[in-house]
């Protein structure tokens, strides 16, 4: 089973920054939280990945709670082609990744 | 090359029928996986191969068959399916287990639709 809920569906504008949440309250000390999104009919896209410390790239933003139960992943400027599954998935080398239902973000013109 | 590819893009079949999917990736992974996933699910790890040996068979159905010629190539054999098998199969890679970047990369799938 996954080890990660998160909101089924959520709408973001256009334009304005999309924060997508996601819980992990079990992770583990040596696992990774990992994000994907997939556009309708693709394969998963990588999009970025964390330990403890918050990591951006040129996708997006990723916040780990201190805790590490939460994070969230952000979209700065979210278009009309960010609309997808996003999948948070937590992960440690050794095991295989397990997505959960993940949550339909549509961007709103 | 940061692309994995999968062939073909769609496959219709009959239930006596024999065929298989094809996946390629360049990136100098030794880590590859085949992945089943039906509509409006998320994916399901089906196999996974390391170093060209089959590590993980997660209770997979005998008329699914995989094989890695080699390092690049990833195939899936499949025979004697059912209608319920009908699925978008992606196929994955990544460097393998234990190193520091284990990101796995996705093709684009093989839509299958068993008549």
């Known amino acids: 089973d996954a080890k990660t809920t998160q909101p089924p569906s959520m709408d973001c504008a256009e334009g304005r920054a999309a924060n997508l949440p996601c819980n992990h309250s079990?992770?583990?000390?040596?696992?990774?939280v990992y994000w994907y999104r997939q556009i309708h009919s693709q394969g998963p896209q990588y999009i970025i990945h964390g330990l403890k410390n918050n990591e951006t790239n040129e996708m997006a933003s990723l916040i780990i709670t201190e805790d590490r139960k939460s994070s969230t992943l952000i979209l700065p400027h979210a278009t009309l082609r960010d609309t997808a599954v996003y999948y948070c998935i937590v992960y440690a080398y050794g095991q295989n990744f397990v997505f959960g239902p993940g949550t339909r973000l549509s961007v709103l013109p | 090359d940061t692309e994995v590819t999968q062939t073909p893009k769609h496959l219709v079949m009959g239930m006596t029928n024999k065929k298989s999917l094809k996946c390629e990736q360049h990136?100098?992974?030794?880590?590859m996986y085949w992945y089943k996933q039906k509509a409006k699910k998320p994916p399901e790890l089906m196999f996974v191969?390391?170093?060209?040996?089959?590590?993980i068979n997660e209770s997979v159905p005998s008329r699914f068959s995989p094989e890695c010629p080699n390092s690049s190539l990833l195939n899936l054999h499949l025979h004697a399916l059912q209608p319920e098998d009908s699925a978008l199969y992606l196929c994955a890679s990544s460097h393998a287990s234990g190193t520091e970047r284990n990101e796995q990369f996705f093709g684009p799938g093989t839509r299958l639709t068993v008549l």
């Open positions: 990136m100098g992974h030794r880590a």
């Open positions: 079990t992770i583990s000390g040596n696992e990774y």
């Open positions: 191969y390391s170093y060209e040996k089959l590590s």
